[in-house]
């Protein structure tokens, strides 16, 4: 069992706006501005999309966002293109025990 | 540009010890911390560790009493050592850059940069 939870699935249409939660705890999620994203396509290494909650790395598409409320952290794809369909990771630095990092169980976007 | 290139066996018997090494090319490779995360087939991420050139480590609380982290400065090297293995190890391992830190601060900015990935399969 992930320590973040995500849904297992999204899905949506070219063009539309999709967005993907990421629920953690006070220990992590909520207690620090060190969320990611990570998009991941079959067979390919992560990549990094969003970090620091809302970042975004130089060469990442700006219909790409990330926000945080409260344990709860979004990233929101815009204008969906079929390539954006992916697996989708959030991470967050935690305290929790010793200072590491927690991943999500990944969300698995299908563009319809 | 930074890039990272990893290598260790892919195939091991159970009880047997994971070992993977990654060399950084491009870039510093002083101040910033450098991670091994694991991936099994068809599930998520997950975070094994980090250490950085001083040989600081920390570790995932449940992965600890058997992972150890070790850096190679003369080299650009950072290896990962995993024992006692099961099935449950089974996992493509990746390495990656990490946090940045200078004059005592450290910029978490996520993992841009990663490693091509390696198999490894426990199986007697």
Redesign the interface.
């Known amino acids: 069992q992930?320590a973040l939870t995500q849904p297992a699935s999204v899905s949506g249409s070219p063009g539309q706006s999709i967005t993907i939660s990421c629920t953690g705890t006070s220990s992590d999620v909520g207690g620090y501005n060190?969320v990611?994203w990570?998009q991941q396509h079959p067979g390919k290494?992560?990549k990094?999309m969003?970090?620091?909650v809302s970042n975004r790395?130089s060469g990442v598409s700006n219909r790409f966002s990330g926000s945080k409320s409260g344990n709860t952290a979004s990233l929101t794809i815009s204008g969906l293109q079929a390539e954006d369909e992916a697996d989708y990771?959030c991470?967050s630095?935690t305290s929790s025990?010793?200072?590491?990092?927690?991943?999500?169980?990944?969300t698995k976007l299908t563009v319809l | 540009q930074v890039q990272l290139q990893q290598w260790g066996a892919g195939l091991l018997k159970p009880s047997e010890t994971l070992s993977l090494t990654c060399a950084v090319y491009g870039g510093s490779f002083s101040g910033y911390y450098w991670?091994w995360i694991r991936q099994p087939p068809g599930?998520?991420?997950?975070?094994i560790?980090e250490i950085n050139h001083s040989g600081s480590t920390?570790?995932?609380?449940s992965l600890?009493s058997r992972v150890t982290i070790s850096v190679d400065t003369s080299k650009n090297q950072f290896s990962l050592k995993l024992s006692s293995v099961t099935a449950a190890d089974t996992a493509v391992y990746?390495c990656a850059r990490g946090a940045y830190c200078t004059n005592g601060v450290c910029y978490?900015?996520?993992?841009?940069y990663?490693?091509?990935?390696t198999l490894v399969t426990v199986s007697s």
């Open positions: 992930s060190y990611s990570y290494a992560p990094l969003i970090y620091d790395p990771y991470s630095y025990s010793t200072p590491h990092w927690v991943f999500g169980g990944g | 991670s599930k998520g991420l997950e975070w560790g920390n570790y995932n609380p600890k990746y978490l900015l996520g993992y841009f990663w490693g091509q990935g």
